[in-house]
C-alpha cells in the first residue's frame, strides 16, 4: 500500500533546459518508484532496496498544482514541462489514482507543453489529452518553431526481456514499451527513446547497439538519446552495489571489467564512453535518427 502525503510544491521550474528533455518545469506525481531499476539514480537509503515498499502519492497535489500553474499563466510563463524526473509517472498504481491523468487536465487548462518520459504502455491511456494538449498549448517564446507541444519519450536500457527483469524487475517488458512506442508514432505524436543507462558489456555491444536501434526505428523513434551507466554509492540500497551484485549474479564473467570501469568514480572512463557515443552515433545515422528532439 503506497503512503499518502502532502507536499507544498508540485511544479519545480528547473535552472535550465536540459538540450535532450526540454524540461522547463518538472512534475513528480509520486514519490520513489516501484519500477525498482537497479541503476536508478534516486536510489539509496531514503527509498531502500525495494523501492515498491516506499512509494507515496501526492495527495493534496492538484490543490497546489492548479495554484502554481495559474501564476505561472498569468505572467505567460508557460514552457515543457516534464512528467517526470525523479518518478515514473505511469507506475502501476497510476491505473487506480489517476493523478496523472488529472495532472494532464490542469496543464491543458493552463495551456502548458507537455514532454512525457516513461518506460509504461499506461501512458496511451493519456493519448486523448496530450492531443488536446499538442493543439492548444502555448510554446515558451524560444521554442515557438516547434510543432509539437506533447512528446513522449521511452526509457530503454534493453529490448532483451531477461536483462529487462534483472535490472529492471518492476518496469513493463520492453516489447510492451516497443509497442506503446509505435501507438504513439502512429497516433502522430512526437516520439523517440532515451536510452539510459547502457550497461557496459551487457547492453552496449556494437551488435546489441545494432538491434537496438533498428528496433526504434522499425517502432517510429525520430529520435534517441543514448547515455552508459553512472553508479553511485557502497550502502545496500544504492545503484553501484546494487548493480555490482546483479553483474557478479548474473552476469560474473563481467564483474572484474565493471570493478576497473567503475574504480575511479560513478561514471564510465572518457575513453569507454566516446566509443560509445561514437557506435551510438553511427546506428543513429543509418536509421536517420536524431539526437535531439527535432522542432518538425
Ligand atoms: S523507471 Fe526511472 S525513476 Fe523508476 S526506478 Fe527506473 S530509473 Fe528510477
Redesign the pocket.
Known amino acids: 500500500m503506497p503512503r499518502y502525503i502532502t507536499v507544498t510544491s508540485l511544479l519545480n521550474k528547473t535552472k535550465r533546459r536540459d538540450p535532450w528533455f526540454l524540461d522547463d518545469y518538472t512534475i513528480n506525481p509520486y514519490s520513489g518508484?516501484a519500477?525498482?531499476?537497479l541503476?536508478?539514480?534516486?536510489r539509496g537509503s531514503k527509498y531502500g532496496i525495494n523501492?515498491a515498499e516506499k512509494l507515496s502519492v501526492k495527495e493534496n497535489a492538484l490543490t497546489i498544482l492548479r495554484r502554481q500553474l495559474a501564476a505561472r499563466a498569468r505572467k505567460q510563463q508557460q514552457g515543457f514541462v516534464v512528467l517526470s524526473s525523479?518518478?515514473?509517472a505511469y507506475l502501476p498504481l497510476e491505473e487506480k489514482e489517476l493523478l496523472t491523468r488529472s495532472i494532464l487536465e490542469l496543464l491543458l487548462e493552463y495551456r502548458f507543453p507537455v514532454h512525457i518520459i516513461t518506460?509504461s504502455p499506461l501512458v496511451l491511456r493519456d493519448l486523448d489529452i496530450l492531443r488536446q494538449i499538442n493543439e492548444q498549448a502555448v510554446l515558451p517564446a524560444d521554442m515557438a518553431l516547434y510543432r509539437h507541444k506533447a512528446m513522449i519519450t521511452f526509457?530503454f536500457s534493453t529490448i532483451d526481456p531477461i536483462i529487462g527483469k534483472q535490472f529492471?524487475p518492476g518496469?513493463p517488458d520492453p516489447a510492451q514499451r516497443l509497442l506503446a512506442l509505435k501507438s504513439c508514432a502512429d497516433a502522430g505524436f512526437m516520439t523517440g527513446v532515451s536510452l539510459m543507462p547502457l550497461l557496459p558489456f551487457i547492453t552496449d555491444r556494437p551488435e546489441q547497439l545494432a538491434r537496438l536501434y533498428a528496433a526504434f526505428h522499425q517502432h517510429g523513434a525520430r529520435y534517441v538519446f543514448p547515455a552508459s551507466t553512472t553508479l553511485w554509492g557502497d550502502e545496500a540500497a544504492d545503484s553501484k552495489q546494487l548493480v555490482m551484485q546483479a553483474v557478479q549474479q548474473y552476469y560474473p564473467q563481467y564483474a572484474e571489467q565493471y570493478r576497473l570501469l567503475f574504480a575511479h568514480g560513478s561514471q564510465v572512463p572518457a575513453t569507454y564512453n566516446n566509443a560509445l557515443q561514437a557506435a551510438a552515433a553511427a546506428e543513429a545515422a543509418r536509421y536517420h535518427l536524431l539526437s535531439e528532439i527535432p522542432f518538425k
Open positions: 518508484c519500477f525498482n531499476c541503476y536508478c539514480y534516486i523501492m525523479v518518478t515514473d518506460k526509457s529492471e518496469a
